[in-house]
Every structure is written in C-alpha cells, then in structure tokens.
C-alpha cells in the first residue's frame, strides 16, 4: 500500500536523468499488467529528453509536464492484433489503463514521480502523439507517462472514501 498512496501526480521535474534500467525497470511494470484475453496488445514507445512529444505539447494544456521530464512512456494499443483476440476490441483502453497505473505506482516505488497525460480519446492528442512517434493509425495512444525525479516530494495520501462502498446493492443512505 505504502506505493498507491504515494503514487502522486509530479508536473515539474528536476534535471536528474533515468538510468536506463530504471526505465527498464518502469517497463516491465506495465508488461506486468492485468491484460484481457492475454491479449498482450500493448506497445510501449520510451522518450527521452526534456520536451519529447512536441507536437502533443502544443495540443494538451496538461503535456508541459514533458518540458521538464527525464522520459516518457507512451502506453499505445495495437488494433490490429486487439481484433484478432477480439474482433469487437473492446477491451485494449483496460489493458493500457492497467499498464500505465503499474508504470506509475513502480515509479512512485522508486522514489520517482510520474504524471499520467491522457491522450485518448482526444482525436487531436491521439494524433498528435501518432505524428511525434511517427506511428500509423492502427497504433492509438491511450496516454503518456511523464517521468523523472521530483522537483518536490508530495506526502502520501489515503483517499478512502467509506460512503462511496456498497455491500449488496444500492442505496440512497449509505451512510450505515
């Protein structure tokens, strides 16, 4: 638990870069994901360098995350082999999710920060981070995750929420 609750949200990074099994060790965290079908239809394209991904930068108010970022992994699905597994594909934006989550609660493990950028389903991000990967249209991102070292430390936080539980079914009062 110690690593959920201290996977944060970091928008500003220091000039520290990634080891390269650092990132190693960040991708195979999200190959460790939960996949439908064991479909195993993510592609993992790693950036490296401040401002990687320009032209999503341009598009998403939320990408300046990237200008100071030691790396990004952008968490993509593969249409093609999805509809193999599954011709109505309906479950690759799960397995990137649960990708991306393992990349960033690993990351927080590392003492790292990460920023999950989401990028579907935005047809201007998607194509935009298609253009900078310089991927085909079969190749869609669900999102990118902006890594490097802190610039500041946030405190682990539990967001449990009991009234938001339900045993059984529903009810107005849950607050019993």
Not at 34 to 52: D, H, I, P, W, Y
Not at 113 to 124: N, Q
């Amino acid at each position: 638990m110690d690593a959920i609750f201290a996977r944060r949200s970091i928008r500003k990074f220091t000039d520290e870069s990634l080891t390269d099994s650092q990132i190693q060790q960040l991708l195979r965290a999200g190959m460790a994901a939960a996949c439908a079908k064991n479909s195993q239809n993510r592609l993992f394209f790693v950036s490296e360098g401040r401002g990687s991904l320009p032209t999503l930068i341009q598009v998403h108010p939320n990408a300046f995350a990237l200008k100071t970022a030691a790396a990004a992994i952008t968490v993509c699905a593969d249409l093609r082999q999805a509809a193999q597994i599954d011709p109505l594909n309906p479950w690759w934006v799960q397995d990137c999710a649960a990708a991306m989550e393992n990349i960033l609660v690993e990351a927080a493990d590392m003492g790292l920060g990460g920023l999950w950028i989401g990028v579907h389903p935005d047809p201007k991000r998607v194509v935009a981070v298609q253009k900078d990967l310089g991927a085909p249209d079969f190749i869609v991102p669900l999102g990118v995750a902006a890594l490097g070292h802190p610039d500041k430390v946030k405190e682990p936080i539990d967001r449990f929420e009991g009234d938001k539980v339900f045993y059984g079914a529903y009810h107005e009062d849950n607050n019993s």
